[in-house]
């Protein structure tokens, strides 16, 4: 029932919180499940385990299409071909003042720059701008460029992160290696350091003073 009514709320409950949304669903939430009492610890149990049950039910029902589409529900078009759809921004309740605001947000200030503008099911409202206004990426001039590798953690305040160490075929003695010809004795003063997964290069800060 809880998960129904806040279907209803709308999308736009979800995707940007206003004061009146939260204490809708603050209060929603409080009245779902004000009647239920526990009293002993084995209630607690049986409670925990209850709600997970239907958690992983729920999960198993959202595979199926169907369903999926009462649960969740499905993207909503606000803008199409550079064109605002009042009766979509109407039946989702989306202001039109919410939607110019998502758009600035998204570096989009004119809506003609637009070829579509989906509210998700989560609430949040994704922008396709037109081809000729999209930013430029390096395959469209024909340029291949260099992969510079990507920066892993190796330390994280002080502690020694094997896992990544593993993932660039590293370990602690190699590292250690490395710190001291940086004038690091050991990872005490280290608050954090990264290694770049294409070079092996170190990268280490210091805890501020």
Request: hydrophobic share 45%; proline share 7%.
């Amino acid at each position: 029932m809880y998960i129904l009514v806040v279907r209803l709320l709308g999308k736009s409950a979800l995707a940007q919180l206003t004061p009146h949304d939260f204490a809708a669903l603050f209060f929603l939430a409080y009245v779902a499940f004000q009647p239920i009492q526990i009293d002993t610890y084995w209630q607690s149990i049986i409670g925990i385990i209850g709600i997970a049950l239907i958690h992983y039910l729920i999960s198993i029902l959202m595979l199926k299409n169907g369903i999926k589409h009462w649960i969740i529900g499905q993207p909503t078009v606000l803008v199409r071909h550079g064109n605002i759809l009042p009766d979509n921004l109407k039946k989702s309740r989306f202001s039109l003042v919410e939607l110019l605001s998502v758009l600035r947000t998204a570096g989009h200030p004119q809506v003609g720059t637009i070829e579509y503008a989906f509210l998700e099911p989560n609430g949040e409202v994704s922008v396709i701008p037109k081809r000729e206004f999209a930013p430029l990426t390096p395959n469209d001039i024909g340029i291949q460029p260099p992969y510079e590798g990507i920066p892993l953690s190796v330390i994280v305040e002080g502690v020694i992160q094997y896992r990544n160490l593993r993932l660039i075929d590293k370990n602690e003695e190699w590292l250690l290696e490395q710190l001291h010809e940086k004038g690091f004795p050991n990872t005490n003063h280290i608050f954090f350091a990264y290694c770049i997964d294409q070079d092996h290069s170190l990268e280490v800060i210091e805890y501020p003073s």
